[in-house]
Each structure stands twice: as C-alpha cells, then as structure tokens.
C-alpha cells in the first residue's frame, strides 16, 4: 500500500509540473500564477514539516532515502532537498536524544 501511494505521488507530482511547465512556455498559463503555485508550494511544505512527528521512525528513514533517489533523478531540487532533509532528520535526532535521556 504504501510503496504504490509513493509512486503514484511521484507520477502525480512530476505530471503535475510537465502540465505547469509546457502551459506557462506555450503562454496559456499567465506568469503571476507562477506566484499561485509557489505559495500552495509553501502550504504543502508546511504541512509536510507539520506531519512528520507523526510518521513512523522507520518510514521518516526510508522518506530519507528515498528523497536521496529523488535527488539524484532530478524529480526535487536542492533548495527543496534541503528542507525536505533537515526537517525529518530533526524529528529522527530528537526521538533518539529522547530515547538517550529517558
């Protein structure tokens, strides 16, 4: 279930940004929605960074890993990579500085 609710995200998301990307070069799509789609950008982040405390130890670890293949094919920039990557090793360091002091 879970590895095929990845895909599918993966597909959808690059699908997602073909269709933006050739309708902004092709002028249907108006560059100030650019903007639009930055912002819904940030929400979704948001609520990825909100979510993690919720996710397992074991699925924030294959997350990493997984976005270390996503990196290197391209499918998430660098500036995202970084967020994308601080942000659940944080949870992962602060569950295990928990696990040390309890």
């Known amino acids: 279930m879970t590895l095929s609710r990845a895909i599918g995200e993966v597909i959808g998301g690059y699908a997602t940004s073909f269709v933006v990307d050739n309708f902004l ?3 249907l799509l108006p560059p100030e929605y650019v903007l639009l789609f930055c912002v819904l950008n940030m929400f979704a982040t948001a609520a ?7 996710w397992g130890t074991v699925y924030l670890i294959g997350w990493l890993f997984g976005l270390g293949i996503m990196l ?19 949870v992962l ?6 696990e040390v002091t309890s």
């Open 72 to 90: 290197q094919t391209g499918l998430v920039g660098v500036l995202d990579a970084v967020v994308y990557f601080v942000a659940p090793l944080a």
């Open 93 to 98: 360091v602060l569950r295990i500085l928990k």
């Open 25 to 27: 070069k092709s002028g």
């Open 48 to 54: 990825f960074i909100l979510a993690l405390p919720y």
